[in-house]
């Protein structure tokens, strides 16, 4: 792809032939289509007599047929992509040279079977076969550009902003920190996903954490515990391939400490996420900071000793 600066070096003279010599391609193809459409049509036949056309003919009509209009369509899309390589002041003539007499042809009257041609413009102009060309032709000219994508992601990012206004303030900052970091213990083993197991490993590393502390306070061997979970890491890394992003599982874990913070009219922290962790009994994780002793009755009563995150 052209970067904008070799967009802005071009001349305003080139930079019209492009939008021009694009609208061309796009314009000249779609009138192959009709033609084709039109005159495939007509060799079909109307009216009582039957067509002339055999049935490997007349399939093969529609293989061309279908194929000529997908790429029309192919064409007309790429046709705006390639818009995006001049600047505002010339990729708008792209939209209006495709774009205003296929309009103009949306509004022109059917021709009706018997009748004179609106104008006595040509019959491939006024039958519907024209009528959808150019109405999908419009689709794919005005909707190409739009990313439905980052449409639904602004939408999302709004309802969350709303449902969690203060952000980063929901958490303590050493949560805040080990959340950030479980994401850089992820790559570190080239995991797109990052899941509980990133997220125990990022909390053990973090010593001076309300959960560290804990965990040390009950007789834990976080060496050990590293070691254990770099071990469930390493043999569960084709669970964390393809789009990134936390797995349900650690969502559900952040959102319990949620409740759990929320209950307590505190911040997230450390502690928090521990906990859930360690009630998650269906998880990996949980399975094994149960095993090295840290249960939900025995960590709350540590965190209980230890105080609150807030201040940490």
Known sequence: MMNEGSTKERSSGVQAAIAVGVSIVVLGLLALTLYFVDRFDNTL???PLPSGLSATWAYLGT?????????????????????????????????????????????IPLQRYGSEAFLGLPDVLVGVPARVMAGATLGALFLGGVDVRKMFSRRSQAAAAEEAPTGRGRFTPLAWTVLNS????????????????????????EHRSLAVRAMLGMGVNLESLRTQVEGLIGR??????????????????????????????????????LQAISEAREDVSGQLVRQMGVTPERLAGELHRLGPEEQV
Not at 70 to 97: D, F, H, M, N, P
Not at 184 to 195: I, L, N, P, T, V
């Open 63 to 107: 293989l061309l047929t279908g194929g000529l209009a997908l790429l029309s369509a192919a064409v007309t899309l790429i046709g705006v992509r390639q818009a995006k390589y001049v600047t505002r002041e010339y990729a708008w003539l792209v939209y209006v040279i495709v774009g205003l007499p296929l309009a103009v042809l949306l509004f």
């Open 182 to 205: 479980m994401q850089e213990q992820a790559k570190r083993f080239d995991h797109s996903f990052y899941g509980t197991e990133h997220l125990l490993l990022a909390m053990s590393t």
């Open 45 to 47: 036949g109307h009216g």
């Open 236 to 273: 569960r890394g084709a669970l964390y391939t393809g789009a990134s992003g936390m797995t349900r599982r650690a969502q559900r874990v952040v959102e319990q400490a949620s409740e759990k913070a929320r209950a307590e009219g505190v911040r997230i922290g450390t502690g928090h996420l």
